[in-house]
């Protein structure tokens, strides 16, 4: 079992930057590959961005490319998020993941681990 807290979200204006945290225990974190998703009101949960066990893959959906990095610290069981230019449509509940693979991936059924988000709200 692998136990997933998120911290970092808030309220921020259009232009601005957060950094997300996601904090692991439980299992070995550094085998797990890691995700965030995110799940704006009245619309599905969707991919954001994943990273390999060993920080070398990461990927990311295009509308967050070049805004968004996901980077994590295996010898802290801490997974990041840093979002800067935030747009208002970057509103959402924001989730970490993990699962039980080395390999990231963009699907949420290919996630086994899940926190229980922090909310992110961007004004215009």
């Known amino acids: 079992q692998v136990q997933l807290v998120e911290s970092g979200g808030g309220l921020v204006q259009a232009g601005g930057s957060l950094r997300l945290s996601c904090a692991a225990s439980?299992?070995?974190?550094?085998?797990?590959?890691m995700g965030w998703f995110r799940q704006a009101p009245g619309k599905e949960r969707e991919f954001v961005a994943a990273?390999?066990?060993?920080?070398?893959?990461?990927y990311y959906r295009d509308s967050v490319k070049g805004r968004f990095t996901i980077s994590r610290d295996n010898a802290k069981n801490t997974m990041y998020l840093q979002m800067n230019s935030l747009k208002p449509e970057d509103t959402a509940v924001y989730y970490c993941?993990?699962?039980?693979?080395?390999?990231?991936?963009?699907?949420?059924?290919?996630?086994?681990?899940w926190g229980q988000g922090t909310q992110v709200t961007v004004s215009s």
């Open positions: 993941a993990a699962r039980r693979s080395t390999t990231p991936a963009s699907t949420i059924a290919s996630y086994d681990y």
């Open positions: 439980g299992r070995t974190f550094s085998t797990n590959a």
């Open positions: 990273i390999s066990w060993g920080g070398g893959s990461t």
